[in-house]
């Protein structure tokens, strides 16, 4: 398993900006990368943003799915599903997996709705977790192709230096987070460590939808301030 540099406390979510005394900063949620899909909500229409960080080779990251489908479909628009990689050492096709995923991102249809801005990702992702006993180069280059994408411009993408650097700036959040293993989550900031009950993630989910609601603040705005925001 990799080992991961925690920088904060696992009640935080984020640093490691330093102030003038070089002490890090610490912020109550990350800034979502722009190369990050997304389903659910839009930024402009979810009260609560969740990142997800898994490993596609992980067996419980594929087993809490379930439980992000029943989600997204109980609280609709007020909630943002975001995916970032966080491929494990200890999975030999891991990292080649989110490259994978990445690859595909990048050919989105031009006429993919807000809602659903990355449907090639998410049938792509689904391919890899229904068929984790399946994931090298040959599989994920079928799975690419069965997913709709140009495959020789897959194939650049994978060895792109672009890819691995997006790559490993999801790795860096999560490294900010305080993973130490996968799937992790962030609601709105507050982390979520496995493949817990449903019953508790909608008790996080409330609780953050509730305070968001009541902050007076719209959506977008509410969750730039907690990303902005200073924790210590």
Do not use: C, I, K
């Given at each position: 398993m990799r080992t991961w540099w925690i920088c904060a406390a696992m009640a935080v979510t984020l640093c490691c900006s330093k102030d003038e005394a070089g002490n890090p900063i610490e912020f109550c949620a990350p800034v979502v990368p722009s190369h990050a899909p997304s389903r659910g909500g839009t930024a402009a229409e979810a009260?609560?943003?969740?990142i997800e960080f898994a490993d596609f080779q992980c067996p419980y990251c594929a087993k809490v799915q379930t439980t992000m489908?029943?989600?997204?479909?109980?609280?609709?628009?007020?909630?943002?599903?975001?995916?970032?990689?966080?491929?494990?050492?200890?999975?030999?096709?891991?990292?080649?997996a989110a490259r994978a995923g990445y690859c595909v991102?990048?050919?989105?249809?031009?006429?993919?709705?807000?809602?659903?801005?990355?449907?090639l990702f998410w049938a792509m992702h689904?391919?890899?977790?229904?068929n984790q006993d399946a994931l090298t180069d040959s599989d994920?280059?079928?799975?690419?192709?069965?997913?709709?994408?140009n495959v020789a411009a897959w194939d650049l993408c994978m060895e792109a230096d672009s890819t691995a650097a997006a790559i490993a700036d999801d790795i860096d959040i999560a490294v900010m987070a305080g993973l130490t293993g996968t799937p992790m989550f962030l609601v709105n900031g507050k982390p979520i460590h496995g493949a817990q009950a449903e019953s508790e993630f909608r008790a996080v989910i409330d609780e953050q939808l509730a305070a968001a609601k009541a902050s007076g603040m719209g959506q977008e705005a509410y969750y730039a301030k907690l990303a902005g925001e200073i924790c210590n």
């Open positions: 009260w609560v943003t969740m489908t029943a989600l997204l479909n109980s609280y609709g628009s007020e909630l943002r599903l975001v995916f970032l990689n966080a491929p494990l050492e200890m999975h030999a096709h891991a990292n080649a991102h990048t050919q989105e249809p031009l006429d993919a709705t807000p809602n659903d801005p990355a449907p689904d391919l890899m977790f229904d994920l280059r079928s799975y690419a192709s069965t997913v709709g994408v």
